[in-house]
């Protein structure tokens, strides 16, 4: 009995704290990308929200993922996948093609158009 409660526990205390920054609402909001592979200093904001990215981190439509030093990649649930290099900033959106570099004050598409 005593492993049954501290398991269900556990499994609780878990899931709370990955959905905690995740960014997850109370609406039942999906992630949009998860991340697959951090080198250097990488951060996710979200509204004032700031934290380190880690690999499996679930990414959630608006937070915004700033590379200082290094990389991240991304794979987005359509199966879109992206790299993002030092001084990049990214927006993201329910994909690739609908996240957006942000550049000082402005934004811009992803496609290379």
């Given at each position: ?25 109370a609406?039942?909001?999906?992630p ?65 093609k ?12 992803v496609?290379?158009?």
């Amino acid at each position: 009995m005593n492993r049954l409660l501290l398991s269900g526990l556990l499994t609780f205390i878990l899931s709370w704290s990955i959905g905690f920054f995740s960014g997850e609402a109370a609406s039942g909001d999906s992630p949009v990308a998860v991340i697959t592979n951090v080198e250097g200093a990488v951060s996710i904001r979200k509204d004032t929200s700031t934290s380190g990215a880690q690999i499996g981190t679930e990414l959630y439509a608006g937070m915004i993922i700033e590379v200082e030093k290094g990389s991240v990649s991304l794979v987005f649930m359509n199966g879109d996948f992206l790299e993002l290099k030092s001084g990049e900033r990214l927006k993201l959106g329910d994909s690739a093609k609908g996240s957006l570099f942000v550049e000082g004050n402005t934004t811009r598409g992803v496609a290379k158009e």
